[in-house]
Nanobody
Framework: QVQLVESGGGLVQAGGSLRLSCAASRRTFSQYAMGWFRQAPGKEREFVATINWSGSKLHYADSVKGRFTVSRDNAENTVYLQMNSLKPEDTAVYYC???????????????????WGQGTQVTVSS
Protein backbone atom coordinates (compact mmCIF):
# COMPACT_ATOMS: atom_id res chain seq x y z
CA GLN A 1 0.00 0.00 0.00
CA VAL A 2 1.19 3.53 -0.69
CA GLN A 3 0.14 6.84 0.84
CA LEU A 4 0.15 9.98 -1.29
CA VAL A 5 0.32 13.59 -0.14
CA GLU A 6 -0.17 16.47 -2.58
CA SER A 7 1.12 19.99 -2.07
CA GLY A 8 1.70 23.17 -4.03
CA GLY A 9 -1.85 24.30 -4.69
CA GLY A 10 -3.00 27.86 -4.16
CA LEU A 11 -4.51 30.98 -5.69
CA VAL A 12 -2.98 32.34 -8.88
CA GLN A 13 -3.99 34.83 -11.56
CA ALA A 14 -4.83 33.70 -15.06
CA GLY A 15 -1.65 33.21 -17.06
CA GLY A 16 0.34 32.29 -13.99
CA SER A 17 2.03 29.06 -12.99
CA LEU A 18 1.97 26.54 -10.16
CA ARG A 19 3.91 23.36 -9.50
CA LEU A 20 2.12 20.57 -7.70
CA SER A 21 4.02 17.83 -5.89
CA CYS A 22 2.85 14.43 -4.77
CA ALA A 23 5.03 12.61 -2.26
CA ALA A 24 4.67 8.86 -1.86
CA SER A 25 5.29 6.98 1.36
CA ARG A 26 6.98 3.94 -0.08
CA ARG A 27 10.55 3.48 -1.25
CA THR A 28 9.10 1.20 -3.97
CA PHE A 29 7.66 4.28 -5.68
CA SER A 30 9.19 3.15 -8.99
CA GLN A 31 6.80 0.19 -8.96
CA TYR A 32 3.83 2.47 -9.55
CA ALA A 33 2.47 4.31 -12.54
CA MET A 34 1.10 7.69 -11.53
CA GLY A 35 -1.70 9.98 -12.60
CA TRP A 36 -3.07 13.44 -11.94
CA PHE A 37 -6.79 14.13 -11.91
CA ARG A 38 -8.92 17.13 -11.01
CA GLN A 39 -12.44 17.76 -9.83
CA ALA A 40 -14.28 21.05 -10.10
CA PRO A 41 -17.39 21.77 -8.01
CA GLY A 42 -20.41 19.95 -9.38
CA LYS A 43 -18.35 18.01 -11.92
CA GLU A 44 -16.94 14.53 -12.12
CA ARG A 45 -13.29 13.85 -11.48
CA GLU A 46 -11.40 14.08 -14.76
CA PHE A 47 -8.07 12.91 -16.08
CA VAL A 48 -5.27 15.46 -16.39
CA ALA A 49 -1.99 13.61 -16.94
CA THR A 50 -0.29 10.27 -16.46
CA ILE A 51 3.27 8.96 -16.36
CA ASN A 52 4.58 5.41 -16.40
CA TRP A 53 6.97 3.99 -13.82
CA SER A 54 10.15 5.20 -15.49
CA GLY A 55 8.91 8.50 -16.85
CA SER A 56 9.48 7.39 -20.42
CA LYS A 57 5.79 7.58 -21.34
CA LEU A 58 3.55 10.57 -20.75
CA HIS A 59 0.00 11.43 -21.73
CA TYR A 60 -2.17 14.50 -21.22
CA ALA A 61 -5.78 15.52 -21.50
CA ASP A 62 -6.37 17.70 -24.54
CA SER A 63 -7.44 20.56 -22.30
CA VAL A 64 -3.98 20.84 -20.69
CA LYS A 65 -1.69 19.66 -23.48
CA GLY A 66 1.07 22.16 -24.13
CA ARG A 67 0.51 23.93 -20.79
CA PHE A 68 1.03 21.20 -18.17
CA THR A 69 4.01 18.90 -17.73
CA VAL A 70 4.09 15.76 -15.61
CA SER A 71 7.39 14.38 -14.32
CA ARG A 72 8.69 12.12 -11.57
CA ASP A 73 11.76 11.65 -9.44
CA ASN A 74 11.90 8.04 -8.28
CA ALA A 75 14.83 8.75 -5.99
CA GLU A 76 12.68 11.32 -4.16
CA ASN A 77 9.45 9.26 -4.35
CA THR A 78 7.71 12.26 -5.88
CA VAL A 79 5.64 13.07 -8.95
CA TYR A 80 5.17 16.63 -10.16
CA LEU A 81 2.69 18.58 -12.23
CA GLN A 82 4.04 21.83 -13.64
CA MET A 83 1.11 24.01 -14.67
CA ASN A 84 1.73 27.03 -16.88
CA SER A 85 -0.58 29.51 -18.61
CA LEU A 86 -3.28 28.72 -16.12
CA LYS A 87 -6.89 29.52 -16.97
CA PRO A 88 -9.92 30.04 -14.72
CA GLU A 89 -11.31 26.76 -16.03
CA ASP A 90 -8.33 24.97 -14.47
CA THR A 91 -9.79 25.76 -11.04
CA ALA A 92 -10.35 22.46 -9.22
CA VAL A 93 -9.10 20.16 -6.52
CA TYR A 94 -6.14 18.27 -7.96
CA TYR A 95 -5.47 14.68 -6.95
CA CYS A 96 -2.55 12.38 -7.59
CA UNK A 97 -3.11 8.65 -7.88
CA UNK A 98 -1.01 5.49 -8.08
CA UNK A 99 -1.46 2.08 -9.63
CA UNK A 100 0.74 -1.00 -9.37
CA UNK A 101 -0.92 -2.56 -12.43
CA UNK A 102 0.70 -2.45 -15.87
CA UNK A 103 3.13 0.20 -14.70
CA UNK A 104 4.83 0.37 -18.10
CA UNK A 105 1.66 1.71 -19.64
CA UNK A 106 -0.47 4.83 -19.29
CA UNK A 107 -3.71 4.94 -17.36
CA UNK A 108 -6.38 7.58 -17.87
CA UNK A 109 -9.40 6.21 -15.99
CA UNK A 110 -10.06 6.78 -12.28
CA UNK A 111 -11.04 3.12 -11.93
CA UNK A 112 -7.50 2.07 -12.87
CA UNK A 113 -5.98 3.64 -9.77
CA UNK A 114 -6.06 2.03 -6.33
CA UNK A 115 -4.39 4.77 -4.30
CA TRP A 116 -5.31 8.46 -4.04
CA GLY A 117 -4.07 11.51 -2.24
CA GLN A 118 -6.29 13.91 -0.31
CA GLY A 119 -6.15 16.60 -3.01
CA THR A 120 -4.88 20.16 -3.21
CA GLN A 121 -6.97 23.17 -4.23
CA VAL A 122 -5.96 25.20 -7.27
CA THR A 123 -7.86 28.43 -7.87
CA VAL A 124 -7.21 30.57 -10.94
CA SER A 125 -8.67 34.07 -10.89
CA SER A 126 -9.54 35.98 -14.04
Amino acid sequence: QVQLVESGGGLVQAGGSLRLSCAASRRTFSQYAMGWFRQAPGKEREFVATINWSGSKLHYADSVKGRFTVSRDNAENTVYLQMNSLKPEDTAVYYCAATAYDIGYLHTETSEYAYWGQGTQVTVSS
